[in-house]
């Protein structure tokens, strides 16, 4: 039997130190141009093993998922994600509570993905019996949160907190959406005048017995929704207002692409590249074809931030009139913008300059306050709450790396990051009298309009330069990547933060095994899968490597993609009639939200098993 299957079929332990093995005695030992290769071999990376006994056809509607030690059963929909599946689980129980005449009310919770029902404690043996049945008959998960340590029928019926959830999957098993989106159901007691849940939540564990019974939508209870979820629940009114630990301003994402093939935008590189004699005397990084190349990573970087950052309000794909071929444009989510519309009478066009692209990003119209940035070949990796990038006060978190910026003095062959970081140093320098040291991780960046439009002003010379050089130029700066969040910081604007992130170069031969990593334990809020400067020989290794991870890590479809793509590459519409031109308004629902008449707690009945839009 060949060593790959040997090792898709051996349990992860066994696995990782097989891997271990190859990784740091025998890789030395090879052809450093067949490293990367060997590797890729070696380590599997698409999506998990199947034992012929657990072979499932497929187009069953359920196959068995491994989900921590054990295994469980679990709904194939292709299109499904957590927001989706983690309201699935809450309308499913409180249709059933509402059949059964039970009372209840819903309360937010401390964990992103839960939600969460207080019913009465004297119900205890009703829901118990309810639920039990509801899963037997759907294939459903139920479990007993507190106190913990305790399962079993027995350890049900004397619970403080049960959690049931009805598992979904894509069709080829390589992802569950499990108990973490499932459903608590809290039992409350009443005495003395009072309500009183089993454990603390985000806004009250003990409330007067004749708190108002009222309607709220799904923001009141976490940030784990779309900003336009018409949905609304029957709470009580002490949890209609928001902690102060929650973020409510809008927050968009912005995106930056290009696809390096296109015969027509390849035209304007060449003409652009007759007009700038000086790259011969600059760095090879200035102009490399690697920072051209689409392999299809922003399909899966939306499916990232739709999966994972259901509240981004809207996004925004800056491109030179380029739409990627799957790109379904009329999505009221997502609009593609031009570098005409942002560049204006500004700069110099066509730019094939990311650092002036990014000192124009601010321009974007429509474009909220708070937003990310993100490039094309940055991951969210698991399911984040908006704090991870903003304080609820609006200010900015950054990242510092551990990399320095080097201290030597600039020279025209640094690599173009370089040198837009020791230009950031000297402007921080001049300006606050301090020395920027630390380069910035590869992550989606927090930014804000008002504070690039002010550096855009304090620092007018060096950002119109930059936004005038066609390539990345020796004088440029770094202003969304790097500058942006020390000069919030130091104008009391942005604070430090903390990410699980990690930076991967696809050229290194270590690439397959941090993979595989990372698909077995989904432990990382982003991930970077960047291509600086590869060997063209190695090109077709790594497209194929891509090929495995992407749709194993991210293998539900987002609302984003078209079921027919388009032949290719092709240019945007005209503005005055291109869909979306504006960002979402209320009634425009993220795939799989509730029509805008649901309201829970209303007797209303809506149907929880329709697949994800």
């Known amino acids: 039997m060949p060593l790959r299957r040997i090792l898709r079929l051996a349990p992860w332990g066994i696995r990782a130190r097989i891997l271990s093995t190859v990784q740091h005695r025998v890789l030395p030992h090879v052809a450093p141009e067949q490293r990367l290769g060997m590797a890729r071999r070696i380590v599997h990376l698409s999506a998990p093993p199947r034992l012929p006994l657990m072979h499932t056809p497929t187009e069953a509607p359920t196959m068995r998922v491994r989900a921590g030690r054990g295994w469980v059963t679990a709904r194939r929909d292709p299109a499904a994600s957590p927001a989706a599946v983690r309201r699935q689980n809450l309308d499913r129980v409180i249709t059933a509570l509402d059949a059964a005449g039970v009372d209840w009310f819903r309360v937010p919770t401390r964990a992103l993905l839960h ?115 018409p949905a609304r629940y029957r709470t009580r009114e002490i949890f209609t207002t928001p902690s102060l630990d929650r973020i409510s301003f809008p927050i968009d994402a912005v995106y930056t692409w290009v696809d390096g093939s296109d015969p027509a935008w390849q035209a304007r590189k060449a003409a652009a590249l007759a007009a700038n004699p000086w790259l011969h005397d600059a760095s090879k990084l200035a102009n490399n074809d690697s920072r051209y190349t689409s392999r299809d990573e922003l399909r899966y970087s939306l499916r990232a931030l739709h999966c994972f950052a259901p509240w981004i309000r809207h996004v925004f794909l800056v491109t030179d009139d380029q739409v990627p071929a799957w790109l379904d444009t009329a999505h009221p989510r997502i609009t593609v913008v031009s570098h005409k519309e942002i560049f204006g009478h500004t700069g110099t066009l066509p730019t094939f300059n990311s650092q002036a692209i990014e000192s124009r990003l601010h321009r974007i119209p429509g474009l909220s306050e708070h937003f990310l940035y993100l490039n094309d070949d940055v991951f969210l990796g698991r399911p984040v709450g908006p704090e991870l990038f903003f304080t609820p006060g609006g200010l900015t978190r950054f990242f510092p790396s551990t990399a320095l ?19 950031n140093r000297e402007l921080i320098r001049n300006a606050f009298g301090r020395v920027l040291t630390r380069k910035m991780k590869h992550t989606p960046h927090p930014s804000r309009r008002s504070v690039i439009a002010e550096i855009e002003e304090r620092f007018a010379e060096y950002v119109e330069a930059t936004a005038a050089h066609q390539f990345r130029h020796p004088d440029d700066i770094s202003l969304l990547s790097s500058l942006q969040q020390y000069y919030a910081y130091l104008t009391g604007r942005a604070v430090p933060g903390t990410i699980r992130f990690r930076y991967t170069d696809l050229a290194a031969p270590v690439t397959p095994f941090k993979l595989a990593d990372l698909l077995r334990h989904r432990n990382l809020d982003a991930f970077c899968l960047n291509d600086i400067d590869s060997d063209p020989a190695v090109a077709a290794e790594q497209e194929a490597m891509l090929a495995d991870f992407l749709p194993a890590y991210l293998p539900f479809v987002s609302p984003y993609e078209l079921s027919s793509p388009r032949p290719a590459t092709s240019a945007p519409p005209a503005p005055p009639t291109r869909p979306g031109r504006q960002p979402a308004r209320a009634g425009h629902g993220a795939a799989g939200a509730l029509p805008a008449q649901h309201d829970r707690g209303t007797g209303e009945q809506t149907s929880t098993n329709t697949p994800v839009a």
Request: net charge negative.
């Open 115 to 229: 939600t969460a029902v207080a019913v009465p404690v004297q119900h205890r043996a009703l829901v118990v019996r309810l639920l039990e049945e509801l899963t037997a008959a759907g294939a459903g998960v139920l479990q007993v949160v507190r106190p913990s340590g305790h399962q079993g029928r027995r350890a049900r019926r004397t619970a403080d907190v049960l959690r049931v959830c009805w598992p979904v999957t894509d069709p080829g098993g390589s992802m569950l959406l499990g108990p973490d989106l499932g459903c608590e159901i809290e039992f409350w007691r009443q005495r003395d005048g009072t309500l009183t849940g089993p454990r603390a939540n985000p806004i009250a564990d003990v409330i007067p017995a004749g708190e108002p019974v009222v309607r709220a939508d799904e923001s009141a209870f976490g940030a784990f929704s779309a900003p336009d979820d």
């Open 405 to 423: 910026v080097d201290a030597a003095p600039r020279s025209p062959t640094d690599p173009p990051a370089d040198s837009a970081g020791k230009n």
